[in-house]
């Protein structure tokens, strides 16, 4: 018997369409691991988010990229909200519970903005070798400020500072030797580069977010990105100490043509890390199979 449900194509971290980053969602009770992947891999969007019914939180929600499932995703996360919101099937400023692979998430909307609290990651020092990495990358040393560590978010998201929105502009990393080294030297999954130069006033930093690990060469804006910058800034000593309950906005997605803008919130008294951005669907469908 053949399966039929809609699916959405939703673009985050915005209001315009065709800028953020794109996600599709689809709210189905019945369908395999194998099917996950297929319906990502057609969609070929950065991450297709999969609600389903759950007995521990709200709802299920999964997340693949066009290749595999990931722990985390920002952008789809505030994505299937934005669904749930538009559907009528969860209110406005009502509280909303994920269960995933990186345990109870809480999200909502409130004021045309949709919340996320995020894992708090563990910031630690990279000290593996820079050289190599800078080379996949094709950052020259004169781009980056080298009186600052690399720093790393849960073994996972490595962060580098540039000096300059130029900087940033002039990154074109080799994919395949990237991947090759996050392959073989398992020290990190992902790269996010950033500079505090931004385009906009009382912006914080512009970052961009190099994943081919996870089959995503360069992903548009991505909040599990955004959030831990906040606190790599505060370890680099880049802001003020006292960042708690002060929301910083940052960019991302200017150098690929798919604008974004995150905003995110940290709270060390209430052991909470915020994202949040704007939503709008693009794109509504059947998918039968």
Known sequence: MKKLFDIYQIDAF???????NSAGVVYFDELS??????IAREMNVSETAFLSKSDKADFNLRWFTPKVEVKLCGHATIASIHYLVERGIVKKNTEVSFNTLSGILKSKCEDDLYYLNLPIPKIEKFEGKREEILEAISINLE??????????ADKSYLYIYVKS???????????????????AKKEFEAVTVFTTETFLKNYTAHLRFFAPYFGIDEDPVTGSANGPLLLVLKELGLIGKNIDDNTFSFEQGDFVGRKGRVKVTYSAAKNKLVIAGKAITILKGEIIF
């Open 33 to 38: 691991d194998k099917d996950m992947q297929s």
């Open 143 to 152: 781009s980056i400020h080298t009186n600052f560590p690399f720093l790393i």
């Open 165 to 183: 929105l130029e900087s940033l502009r002039e990154i074109s990393p080799n994919f395949t030797a990237l991947k090759n080294l996050t392959d």
């Open 14 to 20: 915005t209001d315009e369409p065709f800028q953020g």
